[in-house]
């Protein structure tokens, strides 16, 4: 009975792989990426441990022509595909090769191998557990593994970005600022009237100067001749930082927004967005803007990839 639902397995997890890269997907640690991860080493196992003769990439391919009627773009991204699986492949075998080393260290240091350190291992080195129980049953040493362990893992990963979020601020006793850079980006020179000022943080009701986000550095400039020296949004509201405010709640303030800053932010934001087009042409359509920062004297851009950049 096992080798038939392995056989199966290998066919539903082939199709699987088949359609998410094809789209765009990548095996990574995180998210939807290690579900892909997980079926692919399932697969890879069910095939060592069975010994069929053949590859997953072969079963891929003919889902691919079976599929052609329908779907050709299937089988016009097959070189692609196996590329990623092959670079996969030898991640996964440079992973089963750290097995032995890590599990004599943890028998002959004793350490207990309690659920949260099977999640260190997961994080630390990429040690799924099944991998590591593999392993362990070859040297005689039975290692427990909690059918709850990757919601352990998620849970982990929610706290960890719940303690690193900062302290809220209510905003809820303002209106919205309105976003005057919306209506005209090359509005530079404005009024507005201050609702708030603490320290040396300033509310007003409307502004052109651009908060901080996206991985976008902020606007620059004065208001009524004190230093804009920073500009962050909370919710719907912009807080603007303001060296020595010279102004009262209630006032009209002239405000002044760095022309030049703004312009040359725009420049490298419009060629952060080329950069990642050229990628996409270059690389694959697998290829997504993971993270970037723009600022006046440099931008920078993070993308997906399986494998390193080369220099050419």
Not at 103 to 125: G, R
Request: charged share 35%; glycine share 6%.
């Amino acid at each position: 009975m096992q080798p038939f639902i392995s056989l199966y397995s290998i066919a539903d997890h082939s199709k699987a792989l088949l359609y998410a890269l094809n789209d765009g997907g990548l095996l990574s640690n995180v998210g939807g990426g290690y579900n892909l991860r997980v079926i692919f080493r399932r697969a890879l196992n069910f095939l060592e441990k069975l010994g069929y003769p053949f590859d997953i990439e072969c079963v891929i391919e003919e889902h691919a022509k079976y599929l052609n009627k329908l779907e050709p773009e299937l089988t016009e991204n097959l070189d692609h595909i196996n590329e990623i699986l092959d670079i996969e492949k030898k991640k996964y075998k440079e992973t089963r090769s750290r097995m032995k080393s890590t599990l004599d260290l943890l028998i002959k240091n004793k350490i207990e191998l309690t659920d949260d350190k099977l999640v260190e291992l997961y994080d630390s080195q990429g040690v799924t557990p099944e991998l590591l129980q593999e392993t362990a049953e070859k040297f005689g040493v039975e290692i427990k593994i909690p059918a709850d362990f990757y919601s352990k893992v998620t849970e982990k990963h929610l706290q960890e970005k719940k303690g690193k979020e900062e302290e809220k601020i209510d905003v809820s006793c303002f209106p919205k600022t309105r976003k005057l850079y919306y209506d005209d980006e090359k509005l530079f020179v404005f009024k507005a009237r201050v609702l708030k000022i603490d320290g040396e943080d300033v509310v007003l009701d409307q502004t052109s100067f651009y908060p901080r986000g996206g991985g976008q550095e902020p606007d620059l400039g004065f208001i009524s001749k004190c230093k804009v020296y920073d500009v962050e949004p909370v919710e719907n509201v912009i807080f603007h930082k303001v060296k020595k405010p010279n102004f009262k709640i209630g006032d009209i303030v002239e405000c002044r927004v760095d022309i030049k800053r703004r312009e040359q932010i725009i420049k490298h934001h419009t060629a952060t967005h080329l950069v990642n087009m050229a990628a996409r042409k270059i690389l694959g359509n697998h290829i997504w803007q993971a993270g970037s920062k723009k600022d006046i004297d440099k931008a920078h851009l993070d993308v997906t990839h399986y494998e390193n950049l080369t220099g050419e």
